[in-house]
């Protein structure tokens, strides 16, 4: 299993964001897909996690409010929707996987930078 993330970007406060994770590879074996981030100096924390049918959903408290988890299992894609960007959501964000087979999978890492 291999995870792709991409959408960040260089964006102004107030604006939005989508983020995606393609997930290539077996997606039999995953039992629920994650959203952390990063901002330098300090530990990856987690955002959101959506289990495999999407029949469970939580919320960090990073998460809280502005962000929308969600996953198109036709398209092996992963989505963090954030909404009314802060400076403070400057991170790298992360996808990750937890699968039955191989473990916890990460992503590489996809650069958000919100502008005042």
């Known amino acids: 299993v291999q995870l792709v993330e991409s959408g960040g970007g260089l964006v102004q406060a107030g604006a939005s964001l989508r983020l995606s994770c393609a997930v290539f590879?077996?997606?039999?074996?995953?039992?629920?897909m994650n959203w952390y981030r990063q901002a330098p100096g300090k530990q990856r924390e987690l955002v959101a996690t959506?289990?495999?049918?999407?029949?469970?959903?939580n919320y960090a408290d990073s998460g809280k409010g502005r962000f929308t988890i969600s996953r198109d299992n036709a398209k092996d894609t992963l989505y963090l929707q954030i909404n009314s960007l802060k400076p403070e959501d400057t991170h790298v964000y992360y996808c990750?996987?937890?699968?039955?087979?191989?473990?916890?999978?990460w992503g590489q890492g996809t650069q958000g930078t919100v502008s005042s």
């Open positions: 959506i289990t495999n049918t999407g029949g469970y959903i």
């Open positions: 990750n996987v937890q699968d039955q087979l191989v473990g916890l999978v």
């Open positions: 590879g077996s997606t039999i074996s995953i039992n629920a």
